[in-house]
């Protein structure tokens, strides 16, 4: 059982570069979150989907989008990368109420 | 005030001895509460759920709510140098979201 797969885990890009950040989770879970982790700042919501179709704000959504495709993959874009988005990037996914996240590997991002 | 804090340490603690993780929490209202391991350069593991108050044993682990207070606890028995991480205390409050405090360094001596 896989649980959160992230893709890719490395990545390195020029300021101004676009990418997407892959995600899937295959616990049938119903709810998906992209969080950022920089030193000294925890974890940051970025983004997160409460259910299929849905998507909603967290606290530092600037300069994110992100895509719901189905159930089990939630997708987050940078347009136009800037070096202040250097982090490291989670996906966490869980099955609804009360119960806890469960994270993916991460994904390490250096903006140039 | 912060939402969810907790003592960033390090927190230093010999083998064998019982390391004590704290967290307080500000939102009244909270009804879960998780404690997350993370190894550095890995991603936050789950290791504890707590619900109701009192204690919560798990192996080496005990989790300890207090509501009244706004007091969330791990302690961890008979330290082992692998249990040198970062502990995550997360909690849910009003319309189920989850806060993450930042972390506090464990260090256990060999």
């Known amino acids: 059982n896989a649980g959160v797969t992230q893709t890719p885990k490395f990545q390195v890009l020029k300021t101004g570069q676009s990418m997407t950040l892959q995600c899937a989770q295959d616990m049938n879970h119903n709810s998906m979150y992209w969080y950022r982790q920089d030193p000294g700042m925890g974890l940051r919501l970025i983004y997160y989907?409460?259910?299929?179709?849905?998507?909603d704000k967290g606290e530092v959504p600037n300069g994110y989008n992100v895509s719901r495709l189905n159930k089990r993959e939630f997708s987050l874009r940078l347009e136009s990368a800037a070096p202040s988005q250097t982090s490291v990037y989670f996906c966490?996914?869980?099955?609804?109420?009360?119960?806890?996240?469960?994270f993916g590997d991460g994904t390490r991002l250096s903006i140039l | 005030q912060k939402e969810v804090e907790q003592n960033s340490g390090p927190l230093s603690v010999p083998e064998g001895a019982i390391a004590s993780l704290n967290c307080t929490y500000s939102d009244r209202v909270s009804q879960s509460f998780f404690w997350y391991r993370q190894y550095s350069g890995k991603s936050p593991e789950l290791i504890m759920s707590?619900?109701?108050?009192g204690d919560k044993e798990d192996g080496r682990f005990t989790a300890q709510l207090n509501k009244a207070s706004q007091y969330v606890s791990l302690l961890i028995r008979d330290s082992q140098p692998s249990d040198s991480a970062t502990y995550l205390c997360?909690?849910?409050?009003?319309?189920?979201?989850?806060?993450f405090g930042k972390g506090t360094r464990l260090h256990i001596l060999p």
């Open positions: 997360a909690v849910r409050g009003r319309d189920d979201k989850i806060i």
């Open positions: 966490a996914s869980r099955q609804g109420w009360g119960q806890p996240q469960h």
């Open positions: 707590i619900y109701s108050n």
């Open positions: 989907s409460a259910s299929e179709g849905t998507t």
